[in-house]
């Protein structure tokens, strides 16, 4: 998989690279990074096989070559036909390419850029960039091991083993956040968001990995201990980068051991979600969804969805409308006219009509609980 040049520049090790021509083909895709010192012939001539298609190529020349005498532009076009698509190279050489190179990478959207090798440390940029291809892929390929992990048909060393591919330097805990937008006007394009927000946490022990997954963005917080403030704050900096923070809805886990307990921690996540969906909240730790807990695990039962029947199939739509806010509100009466833009007197007529249709025989305390549990159930069965 690949990832832009312009995405490319966010990560830490990159911010000194100083883009010197080219800025049109910033949104040329990467899928590799080569180092010219390796695949140049004596007479700086690239190998026929030493580049690979899509690569972006870092050319530091501390030892072995001189690029004031090679040609520049000739270079350029060799690395065009192996179809690279940016070029890196030590100012300490050369500090800016002539004029006639300058406008024909610009004229091709063809990435030039210049780093003094005594700021940047080659080894760094390689491995940060080849992990970003890495994760950049995770969200495409992770989508069955993601819905095994949910349903719970990933067990023991399955679970380890899909820990491992989204980030093999995951601490020892972990929560699981999902991210997505509220809002259909918002700007929330997952994919985009992982690619830019490729950092570590506040503290140098964190390590947390953004995967796109279906309409939202998982985000997978370790340390060696959860600190939920601290997850929070993380959150909050992932919000603000996306510039649509009051468009966007977030649901939690509890802490779980992340190799181990991965898959708990997602699933614990997703009936988060789901409360959220249900009950429009726009944060939810799964801690704090309550009957939930039981009820999203088992809501596909036979015996649930009788259940769910009884209450509903003597209800016409006005009093089914009626019956979720009256549940979603706590049985608030006040509450409930508000939303359903009628008197409270009303809406305690149309109770009583449900409670007298559907369970006449059980006390008002009896009857709301068992309305509130078919509704939710009901509801949670729609998400």
């Known amino acids: ?12 090790s990159l911010k000194k690279f100083e883009l010197i021509a080219g800025e049109s083909g910033l949104n040329n895709e990467i899928n ?24 972006l190529v870092i050319a530091s020349m501390r030892d072995q070559h001189s690029i004031k005498n090679m040609k520049f532009l000739d270079l350029i076009k060799a690395l065009q036909h192996y179809q690279c698509v940016g070029l890196a190279y030590n100012n300490k050489m ?18 030039v850029f210049a780093f003094n090798p005594e700021e940047v440390y080659i080894e760094n940029v390689i491995f940060e960039v ?9 969200s495409f390929s992770m989508e069955r091991e993601f819905g095994r992990m949910l349903d719970g048909t990933a067990k023991g060393a399955e679970v380890v083993e899909i820990a491992m591919t989204i980030n093999p330097d995951f601490q020892r805990n972990c929560t699981v956040t999902y991210l997505w937008p509220n809002n259909p006007d918002a700007d929330f394009n997952p994919s985009k968001l992982a690619r830019n927000f490729r950092v570590k946490g506040q503290d140098e022990n964190t390590v947390a990995s953004l995967v796109a997954f279906r309409d939202g963005l998982i985000v997978i917080y370790s340390m060696p201990r959860v600190n939920k403030k601290e997850r929070d704050n993380f959150i909050k900096e992932v919000l603000t980068s996306m510039e649509v923070k009051d468009g ?14 991965l898959d708990k921690a997602f699933r614990e996540c997703y009936q ?67 939303k359903m833009i009628c008197h409270r007197n009303t809406v ?18 009896k009857f709301f609980e068992n309305l509130s549990a078919a509704i939710k159930l009901y509801l949670i069965s729609n998400v």
């Open 1 to 12: 998989m690949s990832i832009k040049v312009n995405d490319l520049m966010k990560l830490k």
């Open 32 to 55: 590799s990074i080569c180092m010219a010192d390796l695949e140049l012939d004596d007479k700086l001539v690239p190998y026929a096989n030493g580049f690979r298609r899509g690569s």
């Open 94 to 111: 050369q500090k800016k390419p002539p004029k006639s190179v300058l406008d024909y990478c610009e004229k091709e959207g063809f990435p």
């Open 130 to 138: 080849m992990k970003a291809i890495h994760e950049s892929s995770v």
């Open 248 to 261: 966007v809805s977030v649901a939690s886990s509890q802490e779980h051991l992340t190799y181990e307990e």
């Open 272 to 338: 988060a979600y789901v409360v959220g969906q249900v009950e429009n909240l726009q944060n939810v730790e799964y801690g704090d969804i309550g009957v939930y807990q039981l009820l999203i695990p088992h809501r596909n039962m036979p015996e649930n969805g009788e259940f769910v029947r009884k209450y509903l199939k003597a209800m016409n739509r006005e009093q089914l409308d009626t019956a979720i806010a009256f549940v979603l509100y706590g049985g608030d009466y006040d509450l409930v006219a508000e």
């Open 348 to 365: 305690r007529y149309r109770i009583s009509k449900i409670h007298e249709k559907t369970d006449p025989g059980a006390t008002d305390f």
